[in-house]
């Protein structure tokens, strides 16, 4: 009986491995093609492919063994490929994830190596079958608990402890130390010179992973900062000259009024641009506080949802307008970049008794909020797992419950969906002060429930523009192009 508790730990281990693969490249695809429901079902869709195909082939005649003992020894060498996956994989992705030019190729690579870990899972449950065919039905019934069962701790583990505290590479490790403890438990009677090779290909492996091998191999001279969160990958970018005045110029700056105050840089999450340290960046994000001031023209408390670097949160606390100001970020790794490349602005929002940083789920925070806002802001770049999810009328709809009479919901591009826009909020602004940058004037939409009134309302042009029923509404229930009926319902009344 204690040999049959050590095949089930080999099983429960190997579970362990195959949620840590899973997860881990489900991230790492979304890095590059975005968290859609294309690419999510993608990955799942290959894994769950990969291991029907696996356990498929695992019957194959070529496959049979003629004892325990052998279908044993073929288990523990798919553990020992497990552990070679790993490894390849974690030198070679930094290469198709920065540095190769073919989008097909790095698509073709992830799908790939998501293929591979499952085909050798589903091989493995196969295996296990056999395994346990010689003891009897009841114990071939457990294998799937026990698998399940390394899955579902896998998976708790890779999103509540693995990647928020140690970042994706904790991941990849503990896929190799428990691959390799599969190994060893599936067959503890191996050789010494066995378990020797086994032992050494273990250590090689996690000191390929821990000294980041790859780093040597592929070198990025211009990543400054890189670190997980639960909520994406957190990078700082070093821009060339070059780059910069393309940045600068599609900001809508003129080449003349170029100029770099020492190194330009790049703050992203997920590979999706969140703060350039550009002289036109920032005047966007200040011009962005002092206009929606201007608007509500009252004592204000504020809410940003996202602008982690902390310049639009400056330009908001040195208006004696503005009460309190909650800054919600989801990514505590982009405070800590902020902390490193944007200094006097992190600083004059930690000693400011107005600010509240909240490290939490921007959807999740709406949603519970008990608080009521004049001002909430909401950044063009955050998303939530399949994009659209925070331009849905339904999350419109949790704005405006934590909106006071009055307040103006101010973003920088309108979402996927005109009509929910349209729908969502009665009235619709663009600011048309020539004094302020283009981007702002064409990229940022001023929304409210009432008329704009008061000092500031000429420089803001009411959008009259209709409700098109050939674009889609996007909600949580259904997405689908409006009825006529629904168009004249929702047609502004001007």
Not at 189 to 208: E, G, S
Not at 212 to 237: Q, Y
Not at 367 to 381: G, P, V
């Amino acid at each position: 009986m204690r040999d049959v508790w050590f095949i089930f730990a080999s099983i429960f281990c190997a579970g362990i491995v195959s949620l840590l693969l899973e997860l881990s490249l489900l991230r790492e695809f979304i890095y590059i093609f975005g968290s859609t429901a294309v690419s999510n079902a993608l990955i799942i869709s290959f894994f769950l492919g990969g291991l029907a195909v696996g356990a498929y082939l695992g019957t194959e005649r070529r496959l049979l063994v003629a004892s325990e003992s052998e279908a044993r020894s073929k288990y523990a060498f798919i553990q020992f490929l497990n552990i070679l996956f790993v490894v390849v994989f974690y030198i070679s992705k930094k290469y198709f994830i920065y540095d190769c030019p073919y989008p097909y190729v790095v698509k073709l690579y992830f799908l790939g190596s998501v293929l591979a870990p499952s085909l050798l899972s589903g091989l493995g449950y196969a295996l296990s079958v056999k395994i346990m065919h010689w003891r009897g039905e009841k114990f071939i019934t457990y294998i799937y608990a026990f698998s399940t069962l390394g899955s579902v701790i896998g998976g708790l583990a890779h999103g509540l402890i693995l990647v928020p505290l140690w970042g994706m590479r904790s991941a990849y490790l503990c896929a190799v130390m428990f691959a390799g403890l599969a190994l060893y438990t599936i067959h503890p009677m191996l050789r010494r010179v066995h378990k020797a090779a086994v032992a050494l290909t273990l250590l090689l492996a996690v000191l390929v992973i821990t000294w980041n091998v790859a780093d040597a191999i592929f070198p990025s001279k211009n990543i400054l900062f890189s670190k997980d969160s639960d909520f994406g990958i957190v990078e700082v970018w070093r821009l060339s000259k070059e780059d910069a005045l393309y940045k600068h110029l599609a900001l809508g700056g003129e080449a003349n009024e170029f100029r770099v105050d020492g190194e330009a840089i790049d703050l992203k999450v997920n590979s999706t641009h969140q703060s350039f340290n550009l002289q036109i960046d920032r005047n966007i994000h200040e011009q962005w506080a002092t206009t929606s001031l201007e608007i509500v023209n009252r004592p204000a408390k504020v809410l940003l949802l996202g602008f982690g670097s902390g310049v639009t949160a400056v330009a908001f606390l040195k208006s004696p307008l503005v009460e309190r100001l909650d800054i919600v970020e989801n990514c505590a790794p982009l405070v800590e970049a902020a902390q490193m490349f944007f200094s006097p602005e992190f600083e004059y929002v930690e000693r400011s008794p107005k600010v509240r940083n909240i490290i939490d789920d921007f959807r999740g925070y709406v949603r519970f909020a008990d608080e009521k806002y004049d001002i909430i802001a909401m950044d063009h770049s955050i998303e939530d797992p399949y994009a659209i999810g925070f331009f849905t009328v339904e999350f419109f709809d949790q704005l405006k419950r934590i909106s006071k009479p009055g307040a103006v919901v101010i973003m920088l591009g309108k979402g996927l969906s005109w009509n929910t826009t349209r729908i969502s909020f009665k009235y619709l602004y663009k600011n048309i002060d020539p004094r302020i940058e283009p981007a702002l004037r064409f990229g940022c939409l001023y929304m409210s429930q009432k008329e704009f009134t008061g000092p500031a309302a000429g420089n803001y042009k009411l959008i009259t523009e209709g409700l098109r029923a050939q674009e889609d509404v996007y909600s949580d229930d259904v997405v689908r192009p409006l009825t006529e009926s629904e168009m004249t319902k929702h047609r502004p009344q001007l």
